[in-house]
C-alpha cells in the first residue's frame, strides 16, 4: 500500500513566447512476483526485496519562436530509496535493494517547422545516475542520449520521414565474466512513410536498423538488424 502524489506549475509570459515550469512529485513500485519468488538454474528470487520508492522535482523553460514550433530546457532531479536492481555479485543472480541511488541531468529538446513543410525534432539528455550507497554508476543507463527527425509532407496525403538515436557512455555487465564493463555506443537509424489514401483508410511503412548496425543494449543479446514493416489502418 503506498500513496503517491504530484504538483506543478507554470509561467507564461505575456506575449506567450516563453514559459518557466517545474514540478515535484513522489512514486512507488512493488516488487513483481518473479523478483521475489521467480526460480531457475541461473536465477532465485528474494522475498524479502522491498518495494521501490523515490521522489522527484524539475525545472524547465521553453521558448516558442512561432506557433509551430518550440525550444525546450529541463534539469531533473530524482532520489531513489530501496530501487530494485539485478545482484550480479551471487549466484544463482537475484535481485537486490539499492539502499539509495540517484539520477539527475538535462534534457534539450526542440521541434521547429522548416520551410517547405519541414518538421525537425531534435532532443538530447544528459544523465548521470548514482547508486549513492557504493558510489557506483548504475548499469545500463547511458550518460548520452539523444534523437533527431526530419519529416516532410508531400502533400496529396503523402509524407515521410527519417530519424536516428544515439545512445553512449553506458556501464554494463560481461554476459560470461559478470564484470562491469563499458558497453559499446550504438546509433540507430530509421525511415518512415505514409500515404492518406482517404479520411478513413492510411498505408504505413517503415524500416528500421536501417545501417543493419549490430548493438546490444544489454551485452550478450543482440538487437535485431535491418527489418521493413507495412501495415493498413482503417478508421471506422
Do not use: C
Amino acid at each position: 500500500r503506498a500513496t503517491t502524489g504530484r504538483a506543478t506549475a507554470a509561467w507564461l509570459a505575456k506575449n506567450a513566447r516563453w514559459k518557466i515550469r517545474g514540478s515535484f512529485g513522489t512514486s512507488f513500485r512493488a516488487p513483481s512476483f518473479l523478483d521475489l519468488f521467480g526460480r531457475s538454474a541461473f536465477y532465485v528470487g528474494n522475498p524479502g526485496l522491498r518495494p521501490e520508492k523515490a521522489r522527484g522535482w524539475d525545472g524547465g523553460v521553453d521558448y516558442f519562436p512561432n506557433q509551430r514550433s518550440v525550444i525546450s530546457a529541463t534539469w531533473f532531479d530524482v532520489r531513489y530509496h530501496d530501487l530494485i536492481v539485478f545482484d550480479f555479485g551471487s549466484f544463482p543472480g537475484t535481485t537486490a535493494n539499492v539502499e539509495r541511488a540517484r539520477t539527475r541531468g538535462l534534457e534539450l529538446s526542440g521541434k521547429v517547422s522548416l520551410p517547405g513543410v519541414v518538421e525537425a525534432r531534435v532532443a538530447y539528455t544528459y544523465l548521470e545516475a548514482e547508486n549513492v550507497s557504493k558510489g557506483t554508476r548504475l548499469l545500463r543507463r547511458p550518460r548520452h542520449s539523444g534523437s533527431v527527425d526530419l519529416w516532410h509532407d508531400f502533400g496529396n496525403g503523402l509524407s515521410a520521414g527519417a530519424g536516428l538515436a544515439v545512445a553512449a557512455g553506458r556501464q554494463d555487465v560481461h554476459a560470461a565474466t559478470f564484470a562491469t564493463i563499458n558497453a559499446e555506443d550504438y546509433t540507430v537509424m530509421r525511415l518512415y512513410g505514409a500515404w492518406q489514401v482517404n479520411p478513413r483508410l492510411a498505408l504505413k511503412a517503415r524500416v528500421e536498423n536501417l545501417l543493419d548496425e549490430r548493438y546490444e543494449e544489454v551485452h550478450g543479446y543482440p538487437q535485431l538488424g535491418r527489418g521493413a514493416f507495412a501495415g493498413v489502418e482503417w478508421k471506422f
